[in-house]
């Protein structure tokens, strides 16, 4: 295959279950997937653990780690140790308010660092693995706010004012239950043990089992008749 | 004057000619001001230690640099040591190609990376000193890109989910020539002294004289019957 007919792809990869599953969906679409991940001041870095095992598993062409300080601007339990992440939340809360994990416009930040990597390595294709129904608290997991990127991206860059349109977000998981998430990642043989979606783990990156995430999580194995393996 | 009668802004401030008028025409507009500083792999370090200065005189309420690692990415002559700033361009190339000193995605990142600093501080007002007239080479300095993030940052974020249209990214000199800022500036009481715009100073910061951004500016003082205070 020469350099013209690799189709390369940036795919988000926080080290969570929903990111691990869009890789391999990049990569069975046909995709050179070169990943992307963030030191961006959270609480516990064991999630970009996960992700470099993730990485490796999934033959990424390439993994870049970006340092950027998101804590400094605080407002976030997931960056600010003085907030507490939320336990054992009600199904009334979770998805109908913005949860105090709220990140101040993180996926704009990510996206745009993305678009940046991508535009530097000829790849007209970046994936975030985010979704509308299990996070409708968070707005930057919207279609619509997705669509407005998209639109941006296309209008800053070099190669979207050369090719309008050219440049693409995939969120193939934004209408999709966690369980439907998870159906998909088996059958493309994601190896979910090597996942992290806990907000607040323990020092040895255990997941908490209660947390928004982990209850979400929790329910996507169980309709699926399964055990989370970070549980088992 | 209580703190809800205060309007904040958030200027993105580089340290050149452009973004020091842009952060007295904020605060002439009666904001409370909290500039944005970059260290984003750039050759020269010089251009912060204008923004500090600017900063200072400014009396800006806070200013937060931050470090983010553009120059892994590559691609541009402002942070790849290896592409040469091109010298003594023709006016037929100022303004008609995109140009070699294009950082990718630059004011895509460095816009949401405002947002997140405005969202945790409830700022809604953006300003940023890009100009699409003398500058039409890079993409992201066109108005149909600024409007386009705009609508993404009030779609991405809880303030503009609250507030549709709450969020608004000002480019008060989007359409003016170099001559027209610098006198807008000079009315402002900008000490242009304090900036700095070449791609390529020397080792103790005084400009070339030959690149691109130099040759603008020494012709937009020379159209006010002005020398560049850097020169003279």
Sequence with gaps: MNDLEVRRAVVLLSGGLDSA????IARNQGYQTHAISFRYGQRHQHELECAK?????AQVAAHRIIDIDLAQFGGSALTDAKIQVPKQATDAVIGTEIPVTYVPARNT???SLALAFAES????DIFIGVNALDY???PDCRPEFIA???????LATKVGVEN????RIHTPLIQLSKAEIIAWGLRLGVDYSLTNSCYD???????CGACDACLLRQRGFAAQGLTDPLLA
């Design 201 to 207: 783990p323990d020092i040895d990156g255990r997941p």
């Design 53 to 57: 095992r993730l990485a490796v598993q």
């Design 148 to 154: 407005a990127f998209e639109r941006a991206a296309n």
């Design 109 to 111: 930040v990510f996206l």
């Design 121 to 124: 390595i000829q790849a007209f």
């Design 164 to 167: 309008p349109g050219k440049i």
């Design 136 to 138: 409708s608290g968070y």
């Design 21 to 24: 599953t869009c890789l391999k």
